[in-house]
């Protein structure tokens, strides 16, 4: 199966009713973990890359890493993604590349840290949308900020600064014609979201509802939507690793957010806990080993059943098979 467009993944999870987990990847283990998952669970993907991955990997090495993923997994529908691009010339550079969306975080300026001004937000998005369309690429878009730093590209705080705003959200969809939206409502990116687990003080989920209720065809992304569950920490701890205790955004929560118009959940720190997690056992049990698979395989391993288990409980367990690639170029031809 050919690299599918956002656009026709998120319609199919609004139409079933479930979310779609965005995974983001560095290298080719984590996409093996992912496609692997999706496998046994049946499930479509997004697999997304940001601008620090794809700079760390060189992104043209991910993209063929993505083709192999699609040649080898042809019953997955499979969406390559572009997260937080941070000006519209990456967001050219990534669909040019062949990503078949891509998202335009307008929120922050250029330099990914300053908080943008709403008209300037509009006209990037605006721009995007016009180059991606044409050719059948999805846009996701960001109102409001986030909280966090993640790969150098955050306005950091806790998240609950620049909660975005329900009349601007509507306001934002009807002038740039985006796929999905992006919203801020108390969480961040990173391991360290909140110092208990979050309730309706620190996790806005009603401001989420609100925005769903005004855009009710608008599909919704969680960013910084991590759990960073206590087993995770505790293995990494449990051979010789510091982290502080610390709370991410509970599954129930992503389910209730699921019922309310989320239709794409981006999770990438539970991956990595799971990862490190993994060879840090290897190297304090076995430190005689040497050979990179002795402790990349079970890394891989741990990333996969952590991706299983949340395809499962976001819903899109069972639905790779559901539908037929549409080709972008038919996509855009929608778009008119
Ligand atoms: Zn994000």
């Given at each position: 199966m050919p690299l599918v467009s956002m656009r026709q993944l998120l319609d199919e999870a609004s139409k079933g009713g479930y979310g779609v987990g965005a995974f983001n990847v560095n290298n080719m283990e984590q996409i093996q973990a992912i496609m692997e998952a999706a496998r046994e669970t049946r499930s479509p993907v997004i697999i997304q890359a940001s601008r620090g991955a794809r700079s760390y990997s060189q992104d043209k090495f991910l993209y063929h890493l993505m083709l192999a993923a699609a040649e080898l997994y042809p019953e997955i529908p499979l969406v390559m993604h572009l997260d937080h691009g941070n000006s519209v010339e990456t967001c050219k550079s990534a669909i040019d590349l062949g990503f078949t969306s891509v998202m335009m975080?307008?929120?922050?300026?250029p330099d990914g840290k300053t908080p943008s001004t709403f008209d300037y937000n509009v006209h990037a998005t605006k721009e995007v949308v016009a180059l991606a369309h044409a050719k059948g690429v999805t846009v996701e878009g960001e109102i409001g900020v986030l909280g966090g730093i993640e790969d150098g590209h955050g306005a950091g705080?806790?998240?609950?600064?620049h909660v975005t705003d329900p009349d601007q959200a509507v306001e934002f969809v009807e002038k740039t014609g985006l796929d999905a939206l992006a919203i801020a409502i108390g969480t961040s990116h990173g391991a360290y979201k909140f110092s208990k687990k979050p309730d309706g003080s620190v996790l806005k989920m009603d401001v989420l509802i609100k925005i769903h209720q005004r855009l009710p065809k608008t599909h919704l992304v969680m960013h910084?939507?991590?759990?960073?569950p206590k087993d995770l920490q505790d293995v990494i701890n449990q051979y010789g690793g510091k982290l502080k205790p610390t709370w991410g955004v509970p599954v129930e929560e992503i389910q209730l957010g699921i019922r309310n118009g989320v239709r794409k959940i981006n999770v990438d720190t539970d991956n990595r806990l799971a990862i490190t997690g993994a060879i840090r056992k290897v190297f304090v049990e076995t430190p005689e080993k040497f050979d990179p698979r002795d402790y990349l395989k079970p890394a891989r391993e741990a990333m996969k059943k952590v991706v299983a288990q949340r395809m499962t409980q976001f819903g899109q367990a069972g639905h790779a098979g559901d539908y037929q690639p549409i080709p972008l170029a038919q996509v855009a031809g929608q778009y008119n």
């Open positions: 975080d307008g929120s922050l300026m705080g806790t998240g609950l600064e910084g939507s991590s759990s960073v």
